[in-house]
């Protein structure tokens, strides 16, 4: 599945901390090939920073295609269904929530 910057950054501060074993497995896994090597952030002038909202060269455009298994994917579900159900999905989700709640 192919991602934005936005999308991937969203993502990762999106995702549950806490589950049971297998889902703590999965998500690492999903954080780390959500995140940015050094040389993303050379290219996409990026910056991170606690309690910072992320910035970036807004120009690029880049996208990166990164594997999601399906039990990858129910956490994704599970996670944006909590945030809609509690009202705390953000506009930064709605592109996350077309990727994976929308049927194409």
Known sequence: MEFSIKERIVLLFS???EGNITALKIMRKMRE?????????????????NNKTPTWDYE????KDIPIGEKAT??????????DREQKL?????ALWEMFMEDK
């Open 15 to 17: 995702l549950p901390t």
């Open 33 to 49: 090939d959500l995140s940015f090597s050094e040389e993303e952030h050379k290219e996409f002038k990026l910056v991170i920073e």
């Open 60 to 63: 690029n455009q880049t996208k």
């Open 74 to 83: 129910d956490i994704i579900k599970d996670m944006l269904q909590k945030l």
């Open 90 to 94: 953000t506009i930064d989700h709605m």
